[in-house]
């Protein structure tokens, strides 16, 4: 009963997606402007193919994310966008910081990996 209940509070998590064009755009835009307002400029953002989890009943979409900005204003973007109700999750990330100092975590610049994952049925990809 437990895990029945711990299944479906996972399952209420994931997106729906009735048109795939419509929902990547959605998330761009989603995912851009939680950036931008910790003040992260964003230089690129892409998908890459979805992946089918046919075992787990969940469909991923990968975006891949290039940005620049203080390091601490990035971790603050990543916090926030995990911290999204739907399940949304940094898969990898990979950053370049510099300019540290006793004071201050300096800047960094690189691309995240963010994977957004939905309700998969089975269908043809």
Known sequence: AAADVAVASAKSKLFEVTDEASFKLEQQVLIERIIKSHDVTVSNFGWNPEIAEEEFGVRIYPAVIRLEGGSYKIMMAM???????????????DLRIFNQSSDSMGRANGRIVI??????DGAEL
């Open 79 to 93: 916090l926030e966008i995990e911290a999204l109700e739907k399940a949304v999750l940094i898969g990898d990330f």
């Open 115 to 120: 994977q957004f994952m939905t309700h998969y």
